[in-house]
C-alpha cells in the first residue's frame, strides 16, 4: 500500500501518540524514523500528522497540562458509522471515552475500550482516509493486542467488526489472527500473567526498520529504552521499546522478499 485508500471497517487505519512535551517528542520521532511534521485539525488542539517522503504515517497529539494520563501509542480502527460503532461496543460490553466527535473535514473519532479494558480509536474517515504510507522503514505495519487471554475479547471484537478470527493451533500459545476478506489485519496475544500490571491489556503498534539493532540503540541514545533486546521472531527480528515518556511500541526488521504479520511468541 502506497497511498491512503478506504478501508474495510475493522482495519487498523492509523496510530496516533498524546504526549506532554509536543517538541521533544517530535524530535525523538524525526530523529528515530526520518518523520517529517505539518499541523493536524485544529479541533484536537495541539496536534501534528507525521509525513514520510511527504505521505501521512501517524499522529502526535498533546495532553493539556491537567490531564494526567498515560502516555500510549492508540491504534484506530475503521469504521463507516463512529456513532453505530460506538454504541455497538456499548453494547458488546466495552466503553466509549471519548466522542463521537468531528475532527474537522478529515472525519470523526472516538477513543474506546474493549472489556479487558485496552483502549483503542474508532475512525470515520472523510478527508483523512487514515496511514497513507505502509512498508518503508518508519511506518506502521503492523497492531496486536495484548491482553490476559482472547476466548473473550475474540468475541467482542468479533462482535463490533465482524472479523473472521484464525486461532493458532499450537499447544500453550493464546494468539488469534483478525481476517477481513481473508486478509490478516490485526491479532489478539493473550500472554496470561505475562500482561504487565502497570499497563494491562493493551495495543501494540509495530514499526518497521531497515536495521533493528541500530535502531535499538538509536532509541537508548535518544533518551528512550529498551525493554526487551532483539530477538528472532516468526517474521523479522522485534525489538520492545519505550520513547522518552514512556509509550511503548514494538520495532521490527522485516525479512526478505514477502513477510507474514510479525507474530512474536
Same mark, same amino acid.
Given at each position: 500500500?502506497?497511498?491512503?485508500?478506504r478501508r474495510t471497517p475493522g482495519t487498523p487505519c492509523w496510530v496516533s501518540l498524546m504526549v506532554h512535551g509536543l517538541d521533544a517528542t517530535q524530535e525523538f520521532y524525526a530523529t528515530l524514523f526520518g518523520w517529517e511534521f505539518e499541523p493536524g485539525p485544529q479541533q484536537l488542539?495541539?496536534?501534528?500528522?507525521?509525513?514520510?517522503?511527504?505521505?501521512?504515517?501517524?499522529?502526535i497529539g498533546?495532553?493539556?497540562?491537567?490531564?494526567?494520563?498515560p502516555v500510549a501509542w492508540t491504534t484506530y480502527l475503521a469504521t463507516d458509522?463512529?456513532?453505530?460503532?460506538?454504541?455497538t461496543i456499548r453494547c458488546c460490553g466495552g466503553t466509549v471515552?471519548?466522542?463521537p466527535l468531528e475532527a474537522g473535514d478529515a472525519g470523526r473519532m472516538a477513543i474506546c475500550?474493549?472489556?479487558?479494558?485496552? =483502549?483503542?480509536?474508532?475512525?470515520?474517515?472523510? +478527508?483523512?482516509?487514515?496511514?497513507?504510507? &505502509?512498508g518503508p522503514a518508519g511506518t506502521p505495519v503492523w497492531n496486536e493486542l495484548l491482553t490476559y487471554e482472547t476466548g473473550s475479547v475474540a468475541k467482542f471484537y468479533r462482535s463490533v467488526f465482524a472479523y473472521e478470527a484464525?486461532?493458532?493451533?499450537?499447544?500453550?500459545?493464546?494468539?488469534?489472527?483478525?481476517?477481513?476478506?481473508?486478509r490478516p489485519v490485526a491479532a489478539l496475544h493473550g500472554v496470561g500473567t505475562g500482561l504487565p500490571r502497570d499497563r494491562g491489556a493493551h495495543w501494540m503498534t509495530y514499526f518497521e526498520v531497515g536495521d533493528v539493532d541500530a535502531a535499538a540503540r538509536l532509541v537508548a541514545e535518544l533518551g528512550g529504552q529498551v525493554l526487551r533486546p532483539p530477538r528472532e521472531g516468526t517474521a523479522?527480528?522485534? =525489538?520492545?521499546?519505550?520513547?522518552?515518556?514512556? +509509550?511503548?511500541?514494538?520495532?521490527?526488521? &522485516?525479512?526478505d522478499g514477502e513477510a507474514d504479520p510479525p507474530r512474536v511468541l
Amino acid at each position: 500500500m502506497t497511498e491512503a485508500t478506504r478501508r474495510t471497517p475493522g482495519t487498523p487505519c492509523w496510530v496516533s501518540l498524546m504526549v506532554h512535551g509536543l517538541d521533544a517528542t517530535q524530535e525523538f520521532y524525526a530523529t528515530l524514523f526520518g518523520w517529517e511534521f505539518e499541523p493536524g485539525p485544529q479541533q484536537l488542539g495541539p496536534y501534528v500528522r507525521a509525513l514520510l517522503d511527504g505521505r501521512e504515517v501517524a499522529g502526535i497529539g498533546q495532553l493539556p497540562p491537567d490531564r494526567h494520563l498515560p502516555v500510549a501509542w492508540t491504534t484506530y480502527l475503521a469504521t463507516d458509522d463512529a456513532g453505530e460503532s460506538a454504541e455497538t461496543i456499548r453494547c458488546c460490553g466495552g466503553t466509549v471515552a471519548v466522542g463521537p466527535l468531528e475532527a474537522g473535514d478529515a472525519g470523526r473519532m472516538a477513543i474506546c475500550a474493549d472489556p479487558a479494558g485496552a =483502549v483503542f480509536g474508532l475512525w470515520q474517515a472523510k +478527508a483523512h482516509l487514515g496511514t497513507a504510507k &505502509a512498508g518503508p522503514a518508519g511506518t506502521p505495519v503492523w497492531n496486536e493486542l495484548l491482553t490476559y487471554e482472547t476466548g473473550s475479547v475474540a468475541k467482542f471484537y468479533r462482535s463490533v467488526f465482524a472479523y473472521e478470527a484464525e486461532p493458532l493451533v499450537s499447544a500453550g500459545h493464546d494468539y488469534v489472527t483478525l481476517r477481513l476478506d481473508g486478509r490478516p489485519v490485526a491479532a489478539l496475544h493473550g500472554v496470561g500473567t505475562g500482561l504487565p500490571r502497570d499497563r494491562g491489556a493493551h495495543w501494540m503498534t509495530y514499526f518497521e526498520v531497515g536495521d533493528v539493532d541500530a535502531a535499538a540503540r538509536l532509541v537508548a541514545e535518544l533518551g528512550g529504552q529498551v525493554l526487551r533486546p532483539p530477538r528472532e521472531g516468526t517474521a523479522g527480528r522485534p =525489538v520492545l521499546v519505550a520513547d522518552p515518556e514512556g +509509550a511503548v511500541f514494538t520495532l521490527v526488521q &522485516a525479512e526478505d522478499g514477502e513477510a507474514d504479520p510479525p507474530r512474536v511468541l
